[in-house]
């Protein structure tokens, strides 16, 4: 992946990694960007990870 654009996310995303990022966190997990919406699948193997990636 080459990553996204900060100004191609829609505002409620970029407000959300300005306060992530205020609070000392890098990244906030976006599942509309990090799931393919299209694969049910996909959806149930990456929500079964999310709690692991949380620090």
């Known amino acids: 992946m080459m990553g996204i654009s900060f100004y191609c996310l829609p505002k ?3 407000r ?4 992530t990022r205020h609070l000392g ?3 906030p997990l ?3 960007l990090c799931i ?3 694969s049910p699948e996909e959806g149930v193997t990456r ?3 999310m709690s692991e990636r949380v620090s």
């Open 30 to 32: 976006v599942d509309s």
């Open 36 to 38: 393919v919406q299209d």
């Open 25 to 27: 966190y890098l990244y």
């Open 12 to 14: 409620t995303i970029r």
């Open 47 to 49: 929500s079964a990870l």
């Open 16 to 19: 959300a990694v300005i306060i």
